[in-house]
């Protein structure tokens, strides 16, 4: 089992920045991805970044250029850096692991943390 514990999020105005961490414990694969998903009222989740323990990392295009993952290993925490927030930013942001070895790897998610973007 993997937990993963969210915390950065809050009420910002529009132009503003935001640093988002997520903290994961428990049985953490040698090789994994991990990153951000949000979910806007009345929308569906949607990916914002991931990252790979090897470096590999990917962006939603709506936020390239301003939102910046990173990743620490010991403890292994994954970290969204947001710039330029817009208030179409504004959603709950669940963190996000999964193995890239085993059997039957499985996603884990955070219990997200509220992101509100002013305008």
């Known amino acids: 089992q993997v937990q993963l514990v969210e915390s950065g999020g809050g009420l910002v105005q529009a132009g503003g920045s935001l640093k988002l961490a997520c903290a994961a414990s428990?049985?953490?694969?040698?090789?994994?991805?991990m990153g951000w998903y949000r979910q806007a009222p009345g929308k569906q989740r949607e990916l914002v970044a991931t990252g790979t323990d090897g470096g590999v990392r990917n962006y939603a295009d709506p936020v390239k250029g301003r939102f910046t993952i990173s990743r620490h290993n010991a403890p292994i925490t994954v970290y969204l850096q947001m710039n330029s927030l817009k208030p179409e930013d504004t959603a709950v942001y669940y963190c996000y692991y999964r193995p890239l070895v085993g059997v039957n790897p499985r996603d884990y998610w955070g219990k997200g943390t509220l992101v509100t973007v002013s305008s």
């Open positions: 428990g049985s953490i694969a040698s090789m994994n991805v």
